[in-house]
Nanobody
Framework: QVHLVESGGGLVQAGGPPSLSCAVS????????MGWLRQAPGKEREFVTA????????IYADSVKSRFTISRDNAKNTVYLQMNSLKPDDTAVYYC???????????????WGQGTQVTVSQ
């Protein structure tokens, strides 16, 4: 069993960069692809970004490319999401997820955190 716990987020002003962290326990962290997905009110959960076990391969949703950066520290069993140039449309619950395939598809992620709210004000 893999346990994921997100931290960070909260209420932020547009343009301000919070960062999110996700601590992973229970299995070998470096075995997994790690991703961030988000769900806005009334919308489906959508892919944001993911990184392969080595951290060398990363993919981003077009909506966050050049603004968000994913990184991981395998020694600390932690994955991070740095968010810059935030917009009100980025308001959502952000979920950390672990899977076996570097993919934008939700079904490839089978361990999930509880989510953390990010609210971007004007």
């Amino acid at each position: 069993q893999v346990h994921l716990v997100e931290s960070g987020g909260g209420l932020v002003q547009a343009g301000g960069p919070p960062s999110l962290s996700c601590a992973v326990s229970g299995r070998t962290f470096s075995d997994y692809v790690m991703g961030w997905l988000r769900q806005a009110p009334g919308k489906e959960r959508e892919f944001v970004t993911a990184t392969a076990w080595s951290g060398g391969d990363t993919i981003y949703a077009d909506s966050v490319k050049s603004r968000f950066t994913i990184s991981r520290d395998n020694a600390k069993n932690t994955v991070y999401l740095q968010m810059n140039s935030l917009k009100p449309d980025d308001t959502a619950v952000y979920y950390c997820a672990a899977g076996g395939t570097l993919s934008r598809l939700r079904q490839y992620y089978y361990y999930w955190g509880q989510g953390t709210q990010v609210t971007v004000s004007q």
